[in-house]
């Protein structure tokens, strides 16, 4: 009898279940626990309960973990007969005991978490030989070669993870040995050699830890339990996880199993398969198998595998038979097994498998991970099959790896000096710098250089890197290696097993063929096509199309929630619409002054001792200033533009190099003396808390003036040319006063009154205020309280979240590193909104100014508009609108979609509810 | 009969009144419609009623101001007829006629605010003399000298206010008729000579304005009128409301009232008298007056003036007659008015008075200005005298004004350089440059040098080098002189009418007899005695005694609040305790850390590459940082002292100039190349939202264990060697999260441990944190929850002001000026909290971490617990205490008691209620 949740939950010692059995078609567990089994655990229980053929094993939960880590790492003391009697349970189903020299049981001890770290954490397999066992494993085998592998290959893996002692002590045995003997394959290692292997390997375990290898199976077995469960905190496990934002707190299960073996000759084999193709999402059976090889021989690209099906390999143009070809019952089995695991967990499965003496067995599934572009196939066909509903299907697709999708690919018109060809294994373009270590585009990256990581394979060690790159480029390796799996999860274009390229670190030189490349020169990755180019290759914007497109048509169906652009110029509000944004939620006029004919008069207007000097810059300004608002409104259509007035504290237009000053001097006409003096007055200890926002046109009103004047007569100027109604919205940045929206408003109402007297036109426009001190949204009634109260609100939550956590953007970096790394932070709260400080300050503003006017419109214009989870909190406030940089519009877009479906507020649900 | 206010505020044209009247011991309004009337208007309304001789006249409301402000400086239509009204009951009650060419009325038209603000708006005197009635005025008062006089005075008064035409057109024509007549002084003037100089006048008015001056006694009327009204809008009138926190809106009222002259020869005369004596408090009449006088004669300190009593004439060995002996029988009846206005009152009355041909006419009574040791000391007295209760005598004394007593004075002991004596005019002492202009003492002030401003007199253009100075010296006046006024208001030691100082400002000198000073000298001023000394002499620190110690005896009964200091030194620590202080609520240990030894050890830390290497400087720091701490510790004598944990950023430590870099390196014993490095490493663009706070300690735990061993050890020592139990608070700074928190309190935990372990003595602490960021406020709770949680909240108010603002400190002065000027602030939120922002934010804190956690100690330790009106607000929040610098430690006690009183909460009342 299963044992109810809470039962669990109670932790009373004499009840506890701990250790979790699936074997001979039943299972305690099921895919409902994979909390307390992990993804691993769990999907085995379930695969056993469907009677597919899953190796007999049991599982210890993660809660063991959790207790392990609070008892300064020792295991719970009712552990030790559970697992006993799950061994007993496993060695009834195979026919075989743990320890008996005749008829000896091996198993693999394995982590799983609740989330897939592919890589990240330990694994033993083999385990349950010794000297005595090996020789019952050679009997009953018939293969004493076989045997002693196995039996060598687990002394390396046990010593490596368990008794920490270096891989190289047993490379350089076997290496020494082969030289010795003349041989230069392991294949060509005999039973006999390796029975001499195996003897140097215990001398040397014996030599470096003081003590024997173990030969007690229960000190193996305990040790590798032990082992795994320590891997959870491995440096590389807790980077990957920070960088995945999985909590510490979820721990791993341990999964141990029966091995079963594809290295049994050539009747056997191991492979990792996909329901669907993982790159593209089209239907069609994907994946790669070796013959005569264990599990991790696919998984680490060593050898380069075979693949799945015939169609694969003529697309590919392989030499080597495909599995369908070379073992047509085992491939049948194996689709079946693929046909059964979709439909029973109606999503593209991921599985690994080993073909035993010509027997299928089922090792692993799990939801496969995928491109962007298959995720959205995926979605979109599974939705047309009925497998799963079209809310299901919006919901299937991670907003936030859109982004892939919307990197540049390379124009397929230009030129293109191809230097060498890999396998496409992440799409999309990058171009950039050569780096050769992780370290290098890390730093590179950090100073904002573009990279390309150049690797001749990739390992868990090299994450931090890979995620600084732009793109990743390996000469070894598979589509299912550690490089082309972390990259996909990652978005980064990745191209893998460039077969012919040679890396020379040492000397940071790289060659393909007759090219020879230094660190730091430049190429281009085209991850579509596995194509790598010498130099800068013509890039091609993103393009919305097929499933992309549909999946889009669908969340603009769903979302309630407006999306937006935070655009500045003609080109960026080009690429909003395009991106399907409804409006710009945030023109920052001050990056309109920084073209040379701009930033004089600005220059000018800044020096000015008077008003009417000020003014007299101002009026060049405004020309300038009234063309680039046209431009925007007509681009935009009738579309609603919300204009900030100037912002920045004035020194950032002025120059602060020395060697500027006397150019700039000259130009303006004044002294250097004078320059600097005014440099120096305006220097301030804290500019983000300084004399910026509204307070520059409180002091300079005629700024706000020239800014009114540019913005409404553009508007009676594109309404005339395009026919188009155009309404502005002017908002008012870093008010923390109602007096200082109002004095502002007057200026602004005083000015359309001037435009429209002058020009006879009747303006429709709007004046709002951007929200971002935490005073602003206490005093957001106050603030819009009346007719002449502001009309609309944006929270600008970067600078909001500067002042509710005293914390500059420009000075976090090594503060939010340090904070995510000792687990303060679970996530940069300048990506993600912080929900229960900032959030609650956003909740209290929204909630106050809807209470004195009900129709306000409010909406959101910090980076986090682009950001998914902060998204689903916008329409959790019921935002009226997000605005974000116009590359995440799509991802905003799908993610408001995926807030309203959470929420059962979908507009207009697609879904025919299953 | 009365309209009630509600039909004043239905402004019902017909039946609105806008005017009121006083006449012949009846007046329409009392001093209940003060906000109506304004203080000078409420008042003569109610000394009439109470029967007192006021010359009969009227008062135009301030509603009439707000509305001619609101209609453009444009008077209501309404108006007109019920100032004829007006007029004509006037005239009625003396016996003349507006305009009458035999019995001319003339009247007085006077500006009158709810709140004094003495010189700053304008005055008219003799307005209804024109060409005509001055001879009726001449022949009814038998003195045509007087008549011309009057009527050359009032072109003038009339021509400068009204028509703006400077002063010096007139004096000028009266220089130059007297040089070419040979007179010397304006007495040797006669009548004839008057009217020559009059011809002359109204000639000059016309070519001043192009128009002749007005004949048309009603223009003269409506134009004195309409100039009072604008004068609540001159800069120096703004600057004053800024100063002391007036409200623009509030407005002036307008007093016109029947003249009566002080200047009709021998048997008249004019004064100001107090019933108390404004310095001291002594229960003595107290005044000044001048025989053949006009009141303003006296105000302007032009004529040095007689005292009141002979009493008075004995104490100061003055040569001329009191009133007592000149006019006894006046004296008599000026001497009943004192006794009942103050009876009536209920407080020391300041009047102004005239005496007429014998016959006394009371202008004006108020409530006098005082020092705050007179008003101490009359607080005390009426208390006992009965005449108030003991918490109306709490209540009376300003808790600001209370710094003028903290001043230092003069050392009796020491060696005094007097090098003149003037009148003893605002008590205390102060030492500084001596700069002879008001610009000069604010610029010399803003860059941090103490100035002492003199002056030959002042005036209200003066106010904001008065507020820069740290004393004033004038050559002229009396103790009623504007300088001697503003200067008691502002709490600065003043000297006035030293009559020996001979000024050179356009020299830059000074001469007292053979003394001759420059600008920038040094001298001392005693407030207390009148004396100038050359040079700093030696002071000595404020002692708490007579009704000053009475008073504080009182507020420690009835305040609920507790009172901390904010002390970081020894010496800070000794001050607050003789000042009441019953704890320390903020101890900054980064303030320890500058003398030489200490600094040295500190930038070692801050330089070294690693733990052992911060951690071998922290060793050093140790001993020395717990020898402050033990020292701290004994002082306080077992009271509560909070310790904060570092805070500021570290590169406040370094070196910054070029210059010092050098010897800094070589003293670390690094290259100068690494030092720079070091320095650029903690450049930040805003230090405030920086590495700082609790992320130091949270990056570098070694310095909380440091800090926290040093505290517990010091902890240890002061309890064994004082007997006292030392109970330290532990303040972690900064905090956002629980996390940080909870990472640091570990640390102190840990710490505690450890020192318990070696010392074998129990340690009682406890664990608290500062809340200074928004952040922090909303998640009070969560910081606050549980036994692990905070065990004491301090807010830190400057940084959440800053924050919650998103307003540097640094940066905010202009910021601040101009928002103070144009009315978007009415108060510096540094100075006195914000109370619907910054305050909010308290609110919630305190209201979050009840919630959790009832008992917790809270309290505050910005700025703002000094200030008065954030006291008050700290009590309404019901924190456990403020905590404010050493001397402002009395000021909060006493706004303690007096926010307990106004929230009848009072802890245990002293008040016999009335």
Redesign the interface.
């Known amino acids: 009898m299963k044992p109810s949740p809470s039962a669990i939950e109670r932790r009373d010692p004499p009840n506890r279940k701990l250790v979790y059995v699936f074997a001979g078609g039943r299972a305690d567990g099921d895919s409902s626990l994979r909390n307390l089994l992990g993804g691993k655990g769990a999907n085995l229980a379930e695969m056993a309960s469907l009677g597919l053929p899953v190796p007999p094993g049991f599982t210890i939960t993660t809660d063991v973990c959790t207790e392990y880590y609070a008892n300064g790492k020792t295991l719970p003391g009712d552990l030790k007969p559970q697992v006993e009697d799950a061994l007993s349970a496993i060695g009834i189903a195979v026919g075989s005991t743990f320890g008996d020299v005749d008829k000896p049981l091996l198993v693999s001890v394995r982590s799983g978490a609740r989330a897939s770290m592919p890589g990240m954490m330990d694994t033993i397999l083999n385990l349950g030989l010794n000297n005595a066992t090996v020789e019952g494993l050679a009997k009953r085998s018939g293969d004493a070669r076989f045997a002693y592998d196995s039996y060598r290959r687990f002394i390396q893996m046990y010593s490596n993870v368990v008794l920490d002692i270096d891989h190289g002590v047993f490379e350089d045995i076997l290496e020494n040995y082969k030289n010795l003997n003349g041989l230069s394959t392991d294949t060509e290692v005999d039973a006999e050699a390796w029975r001499v292997i195996i003897a140097q390997y215990l001398k040397a375990v014996q030599s470096e830890i003081g003590r024997p290898f173990p030969q007690d199976l229960n000190e193996q077995l305990w040790g590798a339990i032990a082992a795994v469960f320590s891997s959870w905190h491995t440096p590389r496990a807790i980077t990957y996880r920070r960088l995945n934002s999985i909590p510490d707190s979820w721990g791993t299960a341990v999964n141990i199993q029966a091995m079963v073996f594809g290295n049994l000759g050539n009747t056997s084999a191991t492979g990792v398969a996909f329901t669907r193709n993982p790159s593209t999402g089209a239907r069609q059976y994907y994946g790669e198998f070796l013959i005569n090889a264990q599990g991790e021989d696919v998984v680490a690209g060593i050898r380069t595998p075979q693949v799945l099906t015939e169609q694969a390999k003529q697309e590919i143009g392989a030499k080597r038979p495909s599995l369908e070809a070379a073992m047509p019952q085992a491939y049948k089995e194996l689709t079946a097994v693929f046909d059964k695991l979709e439909a029973h967990y109606r999503d593209m499965q991921d599985i690994e498998f080993t073909i035993q003496d010509n027997t299928l067995w089922i090792l692993q599934t799990r939801s496969g991970k995928r491109t962007t572009e298959a995720a959205l196939r995926i979605a979109i066909d599974m939705a047309s099959e009925g497998l799963i509903t079209p809310d299901e299907a919006v919901m299937r697709v991670d907003p936030e790896a859109l982004n892939q999708l919307l990197h540049p690919t390379i124009d397929p018109d230009a030129p293109r000096h191809v230097i060498l060809t890999g396998l496409p294994a992440s799409p999309g373009a990058a171009c950039g710098e050569i780096v050769f270590s992780p370290d290098d585009a890390e730093e590179a990256a950090s100073k904002g250089r573009t990279v390309i990581l150049v690797r001749t394979e990739t390992s868990p060690e090299d994450i931090h890197g890979m995620h600084a790159a732009a793109g990743i480029l390996t000469a070894r390796g598979g589509m299912t290696s550690h490089a082309a799996v972390v990259a996909r999860g990652m978005g980064r274009p990745c191209i893998v097993g460039a077969g012919a390229l040679r890396i020379d670190a040492a000397n940071g030189t790289m060659t393909a063929g007759t090219e020879t490349l230094r660190a730091g020169d430049i190429i281009t990755i085209d991850g579509g096509t596995g194509q790598v180019l010498k130099g800068a290759a013509k890039m091609r914007q993103p393009e919305m199309s097929g499933a992309f497109g549909q999946i889009m048509a669908m969340t603009d169906n769903l979302r309630t929630l407006g999306i937006r652009a935070n655009a500045d110029t003609p080109r960026d509000a080009k690429i909003a619409r395009d991106f399907g944004a409804e409006g710009i939620g945030l023109c920052r006029t001050e990056h309109m002054f920084f073209d040379s004919a701009k930033i004089l008069a600005m220059r000018e207007m800044i020096c000015a001792d008077s008003e009417p000097g000020r003014r007299a810059a101002l009026a060049r300004i405004l020309p300038m200033q009234r063309d680039d608002f046209v431009q925007l409104f007509e681009i935009m259509g009738g579309l609603p533009v919300t204009i900030r007035l100037l912002d920045p504290p004035l020194h950032e237009f002025l120059p602060q190099a020395e060697a500027e000053i006397g150019a700039v001097s000259a130009a303006l006409g004044i002294t250097a003396t004078k320059l600097r003096a005014r440099i120096a007055d305006l220097h301030?200890?804290?500019?983000?808390?300084?004399?910026r926002?509204c307070?520059l046109a409180?002091?300079y009103p005629e700024i706000a003036e020239m800014q009114a004047r540019a913005i409404l007569e553009a508007a009676v100027i594109a309404a005339k040319q395009s026919g188009t109604p155009v309404r502005p919205e002017i908002m008012i940045p870093?008010v923390?006063?109602r007096?200082?929206f109002d004095?502002l408003r007057a200026v602004i109402v005083n000015t359309a009154k001037a435009v429209e007297a002058e020009t006879g036109a009747k303006l429709d426009y709007q004046i709002g205020t951007m929200i971002?001190?935490?005073?602003a949204c206490?005093?957001a009634a106050?603030i819009s309280q009346g007719d002449e109260g502001a009309e609309f609100l944006s929270f600008g939550t970067n600078?909001l979240t500067?002042?509710?956590?005293?914390?500059?953007r420009?000075?976090?970096g090594?503060?939010l590193t340090?904070?995510q790394e000792?687990?303060?932070?679970e996530r940069d709260p300048f990506s993600s909104i912080?929900e229960?400080?900032?959030g609650?300050?956003v909740s209290i503003g929204v909630s106050r100014a809807r209470a004195v006017k009900p129709g306000i419109k409010i909406g959101i214009c910090g980076e986090h508009g682009g950001d998914p989870k902060s998204v689903d909190f916008c329409a959790r406030m019921d935002l009226d609108y997000v605005s974000c940089s116009p590359f995440r519009v799509p991802v905003a877009r799908l993610a408001a979609a995926q807030a309203a479906i959470r929420a059962g507020s979908a507009k207009k649900s697609n879904a025919a509810k299953a």
């Open positions: 301030e200890v804290n500019p983000m808390l300084g004399f926002g307070r409180i002091h870093l923390a006063y007096a200082e004095i971002e001190l935490p005073r206490l005093r106050d600078d500067q002042t509710c956590l005293g914390l500059s420009d000075d976090a090594p503060i340090r904070y000792i687990g303060i932070l912080d229960s400080g900032v609650e300050l």
